[in-house]
């Protein structure tokens, strides 16, 4: 079946590393998402990674990518408070384009 | 263009009504979803069009659901007799069907509140 799981919350102090981990289910999904929610906000699309790629670095932000182990990993370089965020995983299991999310990492940073 | 638009913003409705609620998506995507997000959960996959054809519908959209898209831009999401359990954030998407990477737009969506 269709599933992505993520933790739910992370705390980190300005200046660390982020690292946001998720598990998905279906190895067929082409490409994989993270998505960025603020409040008030509508979802606005972090970046993604195409399924035969390991990793994809992308300025502050590096996207690992294990499809033997279905995990998927995004790590936020020098966390600023403006990274506070909830940020979804996602995949797209078909050629729809419909995607499946997690069920967000509420990322909090503390000053 | 200023990305997809939904409206109204917010919708509180009485138990047992019926709501309709709009999207226009960015002019020349073809494709249109239709998600729903309750609090401290993740978006779930409503239905999609390509053009004005509904070709998937996800097992939660129920019978008192039901959505269009008559000319292949706008959509709308009726929800019929709605329930408390209906109460959520109605998202809607929008993307270019192409070869490779196309990228889904969000709007602020639809919030809704039944009482």
């Known amino acids: 079946g269709e599933d992505v799981e993520q933790s739910l919350f992370l705390s980190v102090r300005e200046g660390d590393s982020s690292v946001i981990n998720c598990t998905y289910t279906?190895?067929?999904?082409?490409?994989l998402y993270w998505y960025k929610q603020e409040p008030g906000a509508g979802l606005q699309l972090l970046t993604y990674?195409?399924?035969?790629?390991d990793m994809k670095q992308d300025q502050r932000l590096t996207v690992l990518l294990n499809k033997k182990d279905k995990h998927l990993s995004l790590r936020i370089a020098d966390t600023q408070t403006g990274d506070s965020a909830i940020y979804f995983c996602?995949?797209?299991?078909?050629?729809?384009?419909?995607?499946?999310f997690g069920q967000g990492t509420e990322l909090s940073v503390k000053p | 263009d200023t990305g997809v638009s939904q409206n109204p913003r917010h919708k509180i409705t009485k138990r047992g009504q019926n709501v309709t609620f709009r999207c226009d998506p960015i002019?020349?995507?073809?494709?249109l979803y239709w998600y729903r997000q309750t609090l401290g959960q993740g978006p779930e996959f409503l239905t999609y069009?390509?053009?004005?054809?509904?070709?998937?519908k996800s097992r939660l959209l129920s019978d008192r659901f039901s959505a269009e898209r008559p000319k292949g831009s706008f959509s709308t999401l009726e929800i019929q007799r709605t329930e408390q359990g209906d109460s959520a954030m109605y998202l809607c998407?929008?993307?270019?069907?192409?070869?490779?990477?196309?990228?889904?737009?969000f709007g602020q969506g639809t919030r809704l509140t039944v009482v």
């Open positions: 996602a995949e797209s299991p078909n050629q729809g384009g419909k995607l499946i």
């Open positions: 990674i195409f399924s035969n790629m």
């Open positions: 002019s020349e995507h073809n494709r």
């Open positions: 998407a929008s993307s270019l069907r192409g070869q490779g990477f196309t990228e889904a737009f």
């Open positions: 279906d190895s067929s999904s082409t490409y």
């Open positions: 069009f390509q053009n004005e054809a509904q070709l998937e």
